[in-house]
């Protein structure tokens, strides 16, 4: 007899046991949020296993900054019920906050969640996992100004960690839908997170990317600015738990003079700046709504590469705004042609209902946002290849990730050049000094390791 409750623990242990699986669409922030989420449901018997292990559960975390979120949800959900047809499948995310009606008929859909019902996911899947045939269902509040604010931060999925620290924003940009989908700016408190760099540092994470919606809107808690992104940087640089972080992306009219020279001095924060621009012209940034012009960006990165010159600079741009012409997007491309920045991350325009956007004209094309689109990736492999080129013989601090190609590594430099070197196991997530020797076919840069610093 005494026996007895030792088999019916082991039992029940056995059958609580189940798997999970994440699909992550968009942005760092929602990366962050999907693996906090994973976490939540560990407690409850779950084991986060890779897409194609048939597990229990699918979570399709799903995003909404272009049109295409509807057909990219749909070809996640039949996939997933082709490898494990009995799987339930629950989608969150901001496409499911804005649409939740839409994607509840989709074949294969259990359960849709919105911004806030999301972190109640380990709570709310529990009548689906004991009846699947459950008809599918939404729970979803509307987006209110008192959405919960969510700690969230990813951890194995990558070498870096993504520590979301704000959510939200106040910008009625034209074009977003953002505000909907995920309420007003909210934040941590800079007393929340240091715990949080604390527990990160204690899993061997190397490097911290600061996330949020509108990072630079920091400090926002009950409604009320207690606290600045300012403050949060400082506070940073005086920790002892980890040496290397990122600022994942801020806003040009956000990102002060000071801030820039504080950074420039930092030992903590690297060279690497993600600033959105969305249009070179003030007069589509005047229908965008954005809330600068183009001189203070221009001023922005002109201070931080006279500070930083070996600074990496990464810009945000939409084509084909409506309002748009032709003649206004050379306006676009010469300022950015003039301009000292790395990269370009190019979004065509995508319709977006209950955006002020809809009602402006008149229109362009798809054909003519495909020419515009092009021109401006080819204007981004120019820049960044000057960028690599500028590099060369230089030194670089280089965090290494896993293999993407037989018998080469490849990792990031504090100011995001994609470096290459020869494979070696002992290497995977730690830091090396490199001098940067040649670039490859593939435009990474190859190199030396010389010194091993974490």
Request: glycine share 4%; with cysteine; proline share 5%.
């Amino acid at each position: 007899m005494a026996g007895k409750p030792a088999i019916f623990v082991l039992t029940l242990q056995i059958i609580m046991e189940r798997k999970v699986a994440f699909y992550t669409l968009g942005c760092k922030l929602n990366f962050a949020e999907s693996s906090a989420i994973a976490r939540s449901l560990e407690p409850i018997g779950f084991s986060k296993v890779e897409f194609l292990e048939a597990p229990d559960l699918y979570v399709i975390n799903t995003c909404s900054v272009t049109d295409h979120a509807d057909k990219k949800c749909k070809k996640v959900v039949k996939e997933a019920k082709k490898i494990n047809p009995n799987a339930v499948v629950a989608i969150i995310g901001c496409y499911a906050q804005l649409k939740p009606h839409e994607i509840v008929e989709i074949p294969g859909v259990d359960l849709v969640l919105g911004a806030n019902e999301k972190f109640k996911l380990a709570e709310l899947i529990q009548p689906y996992l004991e009846n699947p045939s459950s008809q599918p269902k939404i729970i979803a509040s509307e987006i209110r100004y008192d959405l919960d604010y969510h700690a969230s931060y990813s951890l194995n999925d990558r070498t870096r960690t993504f520590l979301k620290v704000q959510d939200g924003c106040d910008y009625p940009c034209s074009y977003c839908t953002i505000p909907l989908a995920r309420g007003q700016s909210r934040s941590a408190s800079i007393k929340d997170i240091m715990p949080l760099i604390k527990d990160i540092s204690k899993n061997g994470v190397k490097e911290i990317v600061l996330t949020g919606v509108n990072i630079g809107d920091f400090g926002i808690q009950n409604g009320k600015k207690h606290e600045s992104f300012f403050d949060l940087l400082k506070a940073i640089e005086n920790q002892n738990d980890l040496d290397r972080f990122r600022i994942s992306s801020i806003e040009p009219n956000l990102l002060t003079n000071e801030m820039i020279e504080f950074l420039s001095s930092s030992q903590k924060f690297v060279p690497h700046f993600h600033i959105p621009l969305q249009s070179g012209s003030n007069a589509v940034l005047r229908l965008m709504k954005r809330r600068y012009q183009r001189e203070l960006y221009a001023d922005k990165v002109e201070k931080i590469k006279h500070l930083m010159p070996n600074a990496c600079i990464g810009v945000d741009v939409i084509v084909g705004h409506p309002g748009e012409t032709h003649d206004l997007f050379l306006e676009t491309y010469e300022f950015l042609n003039l301009l000292d920045i790395t990269y370009l991350h190019v979004f065509p325009y995508s319709e977006r209902p209950n955006t002020y956007a809809v009602e402006i004209q008149p229109k362009v094309i798809n054909r003519e946002k495909t020419e515009r689109s092009k021109m401006l990736h080819i204007l981004s492999e120019k820049k960044k290849r000057a960028f690599y080129e500028s590099q060369l013989g230089k030194l670089g601090t280089v965090l290494f990730e896993e293999s993407s190609e037989l018998g080469i590594m490849e990792g990031f430099s504090e100011n995001y050049v994609r470096v290459t070197a020869p494979y070696d196991p002992l290497l995977i997530n730690t830091i090396q000094q490199v001098r940067y020797q040649s670039i490859d076919s593939n435009g990474l840069m190859k190199s030396d390791i010389l010194l091993q610093l974490v």
